[in-house]
């Protein structure tokens, strides 16, 4: 049975009746327990995707079409309250500002119980005894002192956590992390990832982990999806990604990023800028910043193609 | 090589104020009694995490914030000790680019009139055909049109707002360039641009830059030598190259074991250093480091290091460096 299809998943917002397409035909695929990471730059589409599994896009104006097979449903076909019912109980979400995505008059003990109680039934008690379990499990210190505490109390990594935990304790079957480091610092950000690698693998949970940082890709993922302008640009396993990126787009991204003992001048960034939503070019999106661009790629859309082994890309030079 | 900047001794403190009558309940050692100079040519880099002090040192350094006690020599000349007037002609030779390039500019001005009020608050190049020329040939050599200049800042993109603080930082010529994290706000193809621009402005103008950031790659990668900093204090002073091969502090190991590299590497496990930055607020003595450094010892709780010289250049203030310094 299928875990998660996504399929020629689209976006449309219509602004003073001009429309535009934030996400153009995105698919892909997950299995069960796996580590799926969509990569890009701001404004490529990635938390829109997260968001539309979801079904929160509809919320903000936006209107959705394509496909997203979630085990034998469909969730966009689905009723909301059935809806409501897999949200936070089989697909979680994290996302991405800790900072403000608890409430801050309420102690973050009593946040994560009434994720809980929302969709068990579930004494207090008991309630409270899984909470502080999932904070010990998360190393979270003193748990029955931080249960009582306010968001403005905990430090940026403790708040991730509490974040990591409310996402976590109801036992979904995908977790959704939207940059879940991007706010922290660096020995923080590699202590969350851990937490992260120890509890998907642990309990098999399904990880679809956005983030704009390919070294946190690196480390955790199985699959990396490439996202480019609102586009899947690339799409298959890590190590073909990473050993041998088709598209123009991921090798550029790849080569941008410093590394140590990298000798100066070598590394390579790639003109222009990411364009807006509103402002997308015809065929290719990537087409005004590549280097190999061709007459085909200002007016025809690549399709995604299996080129070498388990990898799909999207480009004319293929 | 002579030196452009020296730093001797330098402190800052600041009073946490509370309690109905916001009395001082303590003070927040920012900058605690570091020192370093800074060569004429070179690229000296900051790292640390946050609240680690390295904005606070990159504000000193430029005189925007007062020292509690120590010294700031800039080409030689004690800045602490100018007057408002003779500090404003030394500034002209000192700039600095912001972290944040969507609140440095003004938002009611265009990029072409924030360049101007340099050139008319230092009252240099008074004709106005002058002044085209040479704010277009700025924008140029940061990669911008001069079309570029009649926009307003919420009209650019990120990387160009912060090419055009660029352009409004290098206006007057200066000699020493402090870079408060210019590409923290920016996406990696544009840092890429951002890093590449700063390379050639350097060449071309002979400029001396002092960098701060969070990214240890970024930093190995375009500077030439590298101020560790933890809570105020100056763990290491090390070569950019010594940081992969024989970086002697455990908290730059620790930095170092934390950079994600893209070579996927989903089977192992991430070495992780445990705990948090302690607030600044009323530390205990000795080393600042000493409460998540997995080599600490008894003396680390007792005395703080001093910076000690490292025979392949470098200097490093822990009790028991990761490499034998002794020779």
Request: net charge neutral; aromatic share 6%; charged share 20%.
């Amino acid at each position: 049975m299928t875990f998660l299809k996504v399929t020629d998943l689209s976006v449309e917002f219509t602004n003073n009746k001009k429309s535009v397409t934030p996400i153009n035909g995105v698919s892909f695929e997950m299995k069960a327990g796996e580590v799926l990471g969509v990569v890009g730059e701001t404004g490529s589409g990635k938390s829109l995707t997260a968001q539309s599994i979801m079904g929160l896009t509809p919320l903000v104006g936006g209107q959705v079409s394509g496909s997203i097979q979630f085990g034998d449903k469909d969730l966009l076909t689905i009723s909301s309250s059935e809806m409501q019912s897999i949200r936070g109980a089989e697909i979680s979400y994290i996302p991405q500002n800790p900072m403000t995505s608890l409430d801050p008059v309420f102690r973050v003990g009593d946040q994560i119980v009434e994720g809980i109680r929302t969709h068990q039934k579930m004494s207090k008690k008991d309630a409270k005894q899984l909470t502080l379990d999932i904070m010990e499990e998360l190393h979270i210190p003193s748990p029955r002192q931080v249960y009582m505490q306010y968001p403005h109390q905990l430090s940026g990594g403790l708040k991730q956590r509490i974040v990591i935990a409310i996402g976590l304790v109801t036992n979904p079957k995908l977790l959704i992390a939207d940059e879940p480091t991007t706010a922290l610092d660096v020995t923080v950000q590699a202590q969350i990832m851990r937490l992260f690698k120890e509890h998907t693998v642990a309990k098999n949970i399904s990880l679809l982990l956005i983030t704009h940082d390919l070294g946190v890709v690196a480390q955790v993922c199985d699959k990396v999806a490439v996202m480019y302008a609102g586009n899947l640009v690339e799409y298959g396993d890590i190590n073909s990604i990473f050993g041998k990126p088709n598209h123009p787009y991921t090798q550029a991204l790849i080569a941008c990023i410093p590394t140590m003992g990298m000798i100066k001048g070598d590394l390579s960034a790639i003109n222009g800028s990411v364009p807006n939503a509103g402002s997308y070019p015809e065929g290719c999106r990537f087409h005004t910043r590549c280097p190999y661009i061709k007459s085909q790629c200002k007016t025809e859309v690549p399709s995604m193609k299996s080129l070498s082994g388990e990898i799909l890309t999207a480009c004319h030079l293929y | 090589m002579d030196n452009i900047v020296e730093v001797d001794n330098l402190s800052v403190s600041f009073d946490v104020r509370g309690g109905l009558l916001l009395r001082k309940i303590g003070s927040v050692q920012a900058v605690n009694n570091v020192s370093f100079s800074i060569r004429r040519g070179e690229v000296l880099g900051v790292v640390g995490e946050s609240g680690c002090g390295k904005s606070t040192l990159a504000r000193l350094i430029l005189r925007l914030i007062e020292p509690s006690s120590g010294k700031i020599r800039f080409n030689g000349n004690d800045i602490l000790k100018l007057s408002k007037n003779e500090l404003r002609k030394q500034r002209r030779h000192m700039q600095m680019v912001f972290q944040d390039p969507f609140s440095v500019m003004d938002p009611l001005y265009t990029v072409f009139r924030s360049l101007n009020e340099a050139f008319k608050i230092n009252g240099i190049i008074h004709t106005p055909e002058e002044r085209l020329s040479t704010i277009n040939g700025l924008l140029e050599m940061v990669n911008l049109s001069p079309l570029h200049g009649h926009s307003y800042p919420h009209q650019l993109s990120g990387g160009q707002k912060q090419r055009a603080d660029i352009a409004r930082a290098l206006a007057l010529s200066p000699e020493f360039l402090v870079l408060d994290e210019p590409t923290a706000a920016l996406d990696v193809s544009v840092q890429a641009q951002v890093i590449k621009l700063l390379d050639e402005l350097k060449e071309k103008m002979n400029l001396t830059f002092l960098f701060i950031s969070h990214d240890l790659s970024l930093v190995s990668y375009f500077c030439d030598r590298i101020i560790v900093m933890y809570l105020g204090n100056i763990m290491e002073i090390l070569p950019a190259d010594a940081v992969s091969k024989k970086p002697c502090h455990p908290y730059t190991k620790a930095l170092t074991d934390n950079i994600f590299s893209t070579i996927p590497n989903k089977e192992n496990s991430i070495p992780v250093l445990e705990g948090e930055v302690p607030t600044p607020f009323n530390l205990p003595p000795g080393c600042v480091f000493a409460s998540r450094c997995n080599k600490v010892k008894s003396l680390c709780h007792e005395e703080a290091p001093l910076l000690r010289d490292v025979p392949e250049g470098g200097q490093v203030a822990c009790h028991y460096p990761l490499f034998d310094i002794s020779s």
